[in-house]
């Protein structure tokens, strides 16, 4: 990061340092952790459910802090700068560090595919710029401070994933990265717990043109239907997509199942053919976003085309794995709600195979009221003559396997636990090839995959 004095951070934060003749006193790294080595940090003292990391600022000295920033009268030893609040002294400190900064600013909303969008479009601006990308869920009111603070002198485009479950939060976290381009993904049921409906997710999510200078890009999904007729007058408003009236968009998409997609792209005039080699043609969004981005940055033809070629994706995102037996395991237990259950099942009926097909379908949760519904459609959407087994885990997912098992009660197995899961996992896939997985990032399904690999 861009080393700033005291003096800065105590007035950027609204703050008092407490040893005044310290005011000159540079910082070069900002942390929330006690137990990370550093070189003259500043330790944010947060106080959570659990942690109240005001007991731990001494341990924070001693790793190499040269301040605390503090709740009033939490702590006064030693070199500390007093706020009313340290979870808003870190944002107003990020907003305060994102103006020293001469660098364009992508953000990035959605309901799903944020992260893969993000590791596309980093992928493709890396080919001609020195690029900086949240890494892996630091997307909220926490996480995305610091990866502002991440950001150097020399960087050229910060691309910024913006996660929320209520309103309010990405309108803060706007207003901090000051995007020049921000994406919407998509419009879906995640956190719809908190919003109501659809129609508040869509609202939470456009609150990402709230920190948008005049003229800047909203890059949509203009295949979404409640993001099709978006009307922003003092932005400027380009859409991605298969229907031919986007700005960007898809033809020629081939499903080469688990070895990915072929399509062809095409802008203005322009097209090309491209390759990604990661399955489902859902991925097709994310390659439209990325070709988005780069014709609009001035990104080659070429160069674009190898940015998509050899993006990796962000760890248990269609991850494809293979246990010690051989069995392929599809690791996509990151995070679900009902919109990517249904394309990660879509993409298991898909697969042209003559091996047997199974699927893990763990809880999604923040669904509000309309959870049990939600979980009852996707053990219908799951029962399909391609897929040969259908296994349930989660209080949650019960209803989902209520359903499954009366429409073929042989090819559905129900776990209250993963625990239950684990401990007859032999049994549950003895003679399955191909394993999808996925659920909530709560349920960390990425046990199951683990255990799985070790048969």
């Given at each position: 990061?861009?080393?700033?004095?005291?003096?800065?951070?105590?007035?950027?934060?609204g703050?008092?340092?407490?040893?005044?003749?310290?005011?000159?006193?540079?910082?070069?790294?900002?942390?929330?952790?006690?137990?990370?080595?550093?070189?003259?940090?500043?330790?944010?003292?947060?106080?959570?459910?659990?942690?109240?990391?005001?007991?731990?600022?001494?341990?924070?000295?001693?790793?190499?802090?040269?301040?605390?920033?503090?709740?009033?009268?939490?702590?006064?030893?030693?070199?500390?700068i007093?706020?009313?609040?340290?979870r808003?002294?870190?944002?107003?400190?990020?907003?305060?560090?994102?103006?020293?900064?001469?660098?364009?600013?992508?953000?990035i909303?959605?309901?799903?595919?944020?992260?893969?969008?993000?590791?596309?479009i980093?992928?493709v601006?890396?080919?001609?710029?020195?690029?900086?990308?949240?890494e892996?869920?630091?997307n909220?009111?926490?996480?995305?401070?610091?990866?502002?603070?991440?950001?150097?002198?020399?960087?050229?485009i910060?691309?910024?994933?913006?996660?929320?479950?209520?309103?309010?939060?990405?309108?803060?976290?706007?207003?901090i990265?000051?995007?020049?381009?921000?994406?919407?993904?998509?419009?879906?049921?995640?956190?719809?717990?908190?919003?109501?409906?659809?129609?508040?997710?869509?609202?939470?999510?456009?609150?990402?043109?709230?920190?948008?200078?005049?003229?800047?890009?909203?890059?949509?999904?203009?295949?979404?239907?409640?993001?099709?007729?978006?009307?922003?007058?003092?932005?400027?408003?380009?859409?991605?997509?298969?229907?031919?009236?986007?700005?960007?968009?898809?033809?020629?998409?081939?499903?080469?199942?688990?070895?990915g997609i072929?399509?062809?792209?095409?802008?203005?005039?322009?097209?090309?053919?491209?390759?990604?080699?990661?399955?489902?043609?859902?991925?097709?969004?994310?390659?439209?976003?990325?070709?988005?981005?780069?014709?609009?940055?001035?990104?080659?033809?070429d160069?674009?085309?190898?940015?998509?070629?050899?993006?990796?994706?962000?760890?248990?995102?269609?991850?494809?794995?293979?246990?010690?037996?051989?069995?392929?395991?599809?690791?996509?237990?990151?995070?679900?709600?009902?919109?990517?259950?249904?394309?990660?099942?879509?993409?298991?009926?898909?697969?042209?195979?003559?091996?047997?097909?199974?699927?893990?379908?763990?809880?999604?949760?923040?669904?509000?009221?309309?959870?049990i519904?939600?979980?009852?459609?996707?053990?219908?959407?799951?029962?399909?003559?391609?897929?040969?087994?259908?296994?349930?885990?989660g209080?949650?997912?019960?209803?989902?396997?209520?359903?499954?098992?009366?429409?073929n009660?042989?090819?559905?197995?129900?776990?209250?636990?993963?625990?239950?899961?684990?401990?007859?996992?032999?049994?549950?896939i003895?003679?399955?090839?191909?394993?999808?997985?996925?659920?909530?990032?709560?349920?960390?399904?990425?046990?199951t995959?683990?255990?799985?690999?070790?048969?």
């Amino acid at each position: 990061m861009i080393k700033i004095t005291l003096g800065e951070i105590a007035k950027a934060v609204g703050g008092e340092l407490n040893k005044k003749e310290q005011s000159k006193l540079e910082v070069e790294n900002i942390v929330i952790d006690s137990r990370i080595e550093v070189k003259g940090g500043l330790f944010i003292a947060l106080k959570g459910e659990k942690v109240d990391g005001h007991k731990f600022i001494k341990s924070a000295e001693e790793k190499g802090c040269i301040c605390a920033l503090v709740n009033r009268g939490e702590y006064k030893d030693n070199v500390v700068i007093e706020v009313d609040d340290t979870r808003k002294g870190i944002m107003d400190l990020a907003k305060y560090y994102r103006s020293k900064l001469n660098i364009k600013v992508i953000g990035i909303t959605g309901s799903s595919g944020k992260t893969t969008t993000k590791d596309i479009i980093s992928s493709v601006l890396e080919q001609k710029y020195k690029v900086l990308k949240t890494e892996g869920n630091f997307n909220n009111e926490l996480g995305v401070p610091l990866t502002v603070f991440r950001i150097e002198d020399d960087d050229e485009i910060a691309v910024i994933e913006m996660g929320m479950n209520k309103f309010g939060e990405i309108h803060n976290l706007t207003k901090i990265v000051k995007p020049d381009i921000s994406i919407i993904t998509n419009i879906g049921n995640a956190h719809i717990e908190n919003l109501g409906n659809k129609e508040g997710v869509l609202d939470a999510k456009l609150e990402i043109t709230n920190g948008m200078e005049n003229g800047s890009i909203l890059l949509l999904n203009g295949d979404d239907k409640l993001l099709e007729d978006i009307k922003k007058n003092r932005l400027q408003i380009l859409k991605f997509g298969n229907n031919q009236n986007n700005d960007f968009k898809s033809s020629n998409v081939v499903n080469k199942y688990l070895e990915g997609i072929e399509l062809t792209v095409k802008y203005l005039d322009e097209e090309m053919d491209i390759s990604v080699d990661i399955p489902g043609e859902f991925m097709t969004y994310n390659v439209l976003a990325g070709y988005g981005c780069g014709k609009i940055l001035g990104v080659s033809d070429d160069e674009i085309k190898k940015g998509i070629k050899e993006f990796k994706l962000s760890k248990n995102r269609m991850a494809m794995e293979t246990s010690k037996s051989g069995i392929k395991i599809i690791n996509d237990v990151y995070n679900a709600n009902p919109d990517s259950m249904v394309k990660a099942i879509d993409l298991l009926k898909g697969l042209k195979t003559k091996e047997r097909k199974g699927i893990i379908i763990g809880d999604m949760f923040e669904l509000g009221e309309g959870s049990i519904e939600h979980h009852k459609k996707i053990g219908k959407y799951s029962i399909d003559s391609s897929i040969d087994k259908i296994i349930f885990v989660g209080e949650n997912s019960f209803y989902g396997y209520e359903v499954a098992k009366q429409l073929n009660k042989n090819k559905v197995v129900y776990f209250k636990t993963q625990d239950d899961l684990i401990k007859n996992i032999e049994d549950v896939i003895k003679s399955i090839k191909i394993i999808l997985i996925k659920g909530s990032r709560g349920m960390e399904l990425e046990k199951t995959v683990e255990k799985i690999k070790e048969r």
